[in-house]
C-alpha cells in the first residue's frame, strides 16, 4: 500500500489539508480494498489551523516512512521554514520520495531549494511572490499543477483536487482515478492553461438533463466524421439552440466537447494497449495522426509518445494485448481522464 504523509505546519490551510484527506483516504482499488495509507505529521504535537488547533498522531519521523509528502499550504506562506523540516523533507528527497504541494505549499517546497532550477506553479495571487522570493524557481501562474516528476505542485484550492487525482491516476491508473473522481464530485472542465499531463473528465450534467443521452451517444461516436449539423439532427434541434443550450449544460461548445472526449478516448488507449499511435488516431476519430498529435499537445500539455511512457512505464510491445484491446469501452462519466 503507498503510504502518504500530510505535513501541518503552523498556520496550515484547512482545506488544502483537509483535500487529500479526504480524496486519498476513500480511494480504492478493483478488490475494494484501500490504496493509501495516510498519515497527519506534525514538528510539534499541536498545530495552529487558524479556527482550531490541530493535534497530529505522527512527527516528522513520518515523512521518512512515506512513499509521498504533501505540503499544504499556510495562511501566511512568508514564514520562516523550521530547520527540522527542512532538513527532514531534503532527507526524504535524497531517497526518492516523491513531494506534492497545494497551493502556496509550493512556499514550504521552494524553501528546501529542491525546486531550484524547476517549473512551478501556485495560487495566481501568490505568484509574483514566489517568483520574487526564491528567483531560482521558474514559476508558471497559468496552469493548474506542474508535475516534474518527483516534485509537484498545484494552484489554488480546486486545483488540489486535479493533482490528487493526477497522482492517483499516476500511481493505480485510469480505473482506480475515475473512480476517486466520481467520489469527489469533480466540477466542469476548465478551459485555463494546461499543465503537462492534465487530462478532462467528462463535464458532468445533472442525471436525466437533457444533454444526457446527446453526451452518451457522442461518446459512443465520438470515433466517427461528425459535424455539428449531425449532432445537432442526432439532438432534434438547430444548430443554434444546441450550441446555447449545450453550454448552458456542459459550460463548452459541441465540438469542444466532441474534440476532448476523442482525447479522453485516445488516453485510455496509450495508457492500456500497446497500439501504434497512427492507430489510435484511427481509433479517437482524428483524421490523420498529425492531427492526432497537434491537438494532442496542445490539450494534455505533451506528446501522445511522451503521455504513454509516463503512464505505462515504457511497456514492451505485445501483440496479443493489441488482439485483447482492440475494442475500449468509453472512458466512464467523470472519468479521471480528466
Known amino acids: 500500500m503507498h503510504t502518504l504523509a500530510v505535513l501541518a505546519l503552523d498556520q496550515v490551510i484547512p482545506f488544502d489539508l483537509a483535500s487529500p484527506l479526504e480524496v486519498f483516504t476513500r480511494t480504492r482499488l478493483p478488490s475494494t480494498h484501500p490504496a493509501y495509507r495516510v498519515k497527519v505529521c506534525a514538528p ?21 516512512d512515506a512513499d509521498t509528502i504533501l505540503l499544504p499550504g499556510q495562511a501566511d506562506p512568508t514564514l520562516p521554514l523550521p530547520p527540522a523540516v527542512r532538513e527532514a523533507l531534503r532527507t526524504a528527497a535524497a531517497h526518492g520520495t516523491r513531494i506534492a ?26 505568484a509574483a511572490a514566489l517568483a520574487e522570493r526564491h528567483p531560482a524557481v521558474t514559476v508558471d501562474p497559468d496552469v493548474l499543477y506542474v508535475d516534474e516528476g518527483q516534485f509537484l505542485t498545484s494552484a489554488g484550492a480546486a486545483a488540489a483536487l486535479d493533482l490528487c487525482l493526477h497522482m492517483i491516476r499516476k500511481d493505480y491508473g485510469s ?23 492534465i487530462v478532462h473528465p467528462r463535464p458532468p450534467v445533472p442525471a436525466g438533463a437533457m444533454m444526457e443521452p446527446l453526451l452518451t451517444w457522442l461518446e459512443e461516436h465520438a470515433d466517427q466524421d461528425l459535424t455539428l449539423d449531425d449532432i445537432a439532427a442526432r439532438a432534434g434541434t438547430s444548430t443554434r439552440t444546441l450550441n446555447r443550450r449545450f453550454r448552458e449544460q456542459t459550460g463548452t461548445t459541441p465540438l469542444q466537447w466532441l474534440h476532448r472526449a476523442r482525447i479522453r478516448r485516445a488516453q485510455y488507449l496509450l495508457e492500456n494497449t500497446t497500439h501504434p499511435v497512427e492507430r489510435i488516431a484511427h481509433q479517437a476519430g482524428f483524421g490523420s495522426p498529425t492531427a492526432f ?42 472519468s479521471a481522464a480528466h
Open 44 to 64: 510539534t504535537p499541536e498545530v495552529n489551523a487558524g479556527a482550531f488547533t490541530l493535534r497530529a498522531h505522527h512527527g516528522l519521523e513520518a515523512l521518512a
Open 101 to 126: 504541494s497545494f497551493c502556496v505549499g509550493a512556499f514550504v517546497l521552494a524553501a528546501t531549494g529542491l525546486l531550484d532550477g524547476r517549473r512551478a506553479t501556485t495560487h495566481w495571487a501568490a
Open 175 to 197: 480505473a482506480v482515478a475515475a473512480d476517486a473522481a466520481r467520489l469527489s464530485v469533480m466540477p466542469l472542465e476548465r478551459e485555463g492553461g494546461q499543465a503537462q499531463f
Open 293 to 334: 498529435r497537434d491537438r494532442f499537445k496542445r490539450v494534455v500539455g505533451t506528446s501522445p509518445y511522451a503521455y504513454r511512457r509516463a503512464f505505462q512505464g515504457g511497456t514492451p510491445h505485445d501483440p496479443a494485448r493489441d488482439t485483447h484491446n482492440a475494442t475500449p469501452p468509453p472512458v466512464p462519466a467523470g
